[in-house]
């Protein structure tokens, strides 16, 4: 009884990142890169609609849809997926309670919503109009219908996180359940492979790491990419200068976003020293599909001095920005962000990523375009 009690309890402390620093570092692989492995600006493929917006647009088309309101729900997964050769968000309609899921079981939930993030276009895309029957196996259903069980029963000792939802180029929809691995007692999780079940016929297919389909964006979820890039930050040096010496200890900022790069979805996010001073010392992209990382060092302001910039400017009417984008315009790095007022987008403000006193601002019906001019 006392080995059964005991032992969780030391694996856990043998797999730590006291006695096992380096190996947390080296989770991800980070590579240092020039600043010109981000493309130009191209506004047709950069999402400046943020989930918020897209929460709201997505209430508003289903709210004109009488014949189903009452009976579904909009999911509030929104994922950010690269569709087209642009960028949407997208996400599934849910049954609204059980005795709604009785009634419509049959036949199963008919439709999704796509939103444009580069122009806040929604489309709720009915699956009888591209041929398809309604989405059965899925998170909101119950019994053998549910999604987690239906995957459980198919592949009892797999570790999966939460399904997240996607549509391939034909706008089939597929939920991607990432597998993982860990080592010692729920330490060093490790993405193996995901899991592609499709919701019309419950049929799935296992891919491992290295081998999944290209039209897929999110197999490395972001809570996972952001503390495997604070690990490799702060633990490369042992895990006492973490905490006490902190000689080159960095740390990533207080929130990301996403960027589209060669067809993929890369996440971003600044890295700031360990002082959590108002600079960043460069920026991370991560390949949410592939798990590539690159690593590009630009000193200059962090995203929240920007934001409070990008505020200042435009203080009289109150506006509240949203987390930065970071582009590339005519070589530099600049950061791209909504001002809103209410949820809603009232102008566009660009912030000089190295001199964060240089703003430009225009309102949300001259264009994106219209920023590039000022710069």
């Not at 600043?35 to 191209?42: G, S």
Request: charged share 25%; with cysteine.
């Amino acid at each position: 009884m006392v080995v059964i009690f005991l032992f969780p309890f030391v694996s856990f402390a043998l797999s730590s990142r006291l006695l096992h620093a380096k190996e947390y570092a080296q989770r991800i692989d980070v590579k240092d890169v020039g600043f010109n492995e981000i493309p130009e600006v191209d506004f047709t493929k950069t999402p400046i609609i943020d989930r918020d917006s897209s929460v709201r647009l997505g209430d508003k088309v289903m709210g004109n849809m009488t014949e189903w309101v009452s009976q579904f729900d909009v999911s509030n997964e929104y994922t950010q997926i690269s569709y087209k050769d642009s960028v949407y968000r997208v996400t599934p309609l849910t049954y609204n309670g059980f005795i709604k899921y009785f009634k419509n079981r049959k036949e199963g939930i008919p439709a999704y919503i796509t939103v444009d993030s580069t122009n806040g276009k929604t489309k709720l895309v009915k699956l009888k109009d591209l041929g398809l029957d309604g989405m059965k196996y899925v998170p909101s259903a119950y019994f053998n219908k549910k999604l987690t069980r239906h995957l459980r029963f198919s592949y009892p000792f797999e570790i999966f996180g939460s399904p997240s939802f996607e549509i391939d180029e034909k706008g089939h929809p597929w939920y991607i359940c990432t597998t993982y691995t860990y080592k010692g007692v729920g330490n060093k999780k490790k993405v193996t492979g995901a899991i592609f079940l499709d919701p019309i016929t419950g049929k799935s297919k296992k891919y491992d790491a290295g081998k999944i389909p290209k039209w897929a964006d999110r197999v490395y979820p972001e809570s996972m990419i952001v503390q495997e890039l604070d690990d490799n930050g702060s633990l490369k040096n042992g895990f006492f200068n973490s905490v006490i010496g902190q000689d080159g200890v960095i740390v990533t900022s207080e929130g990301y976003n996403y960027l589209e790069k060669d067809g993929d979805i890369w996440l971003y996010t600044g890295i700031t020293s360990a002082n959590a001073d108002e600079s960043n010392i460069g920026f991370v992209l991560v390949n949410m599909r592939t798990h590539e990382a690159m690593r590009i060092k630009t000193a200059g302001a962090n995203e929240t001095s920007a934001m409070k910039s990008a505020e200042s400017e435009v203080k009289n009417y109150g506006y509240q920005s949203t987390f930065p984008l970071l582009i590339n315009i005519k070589g530099n790095p600049v950061y791209l962000m909504s001002l809103k007022d209410n949820g809603l987008i009232k102008m566009y403000a660009t912030v000089s990523a190295t001199d964060y006193q240089k703003v430009a601002t225009v309102y949300s019906d001259e264009g994106l375009d219209a920023l590039v001019k000022k710069h």
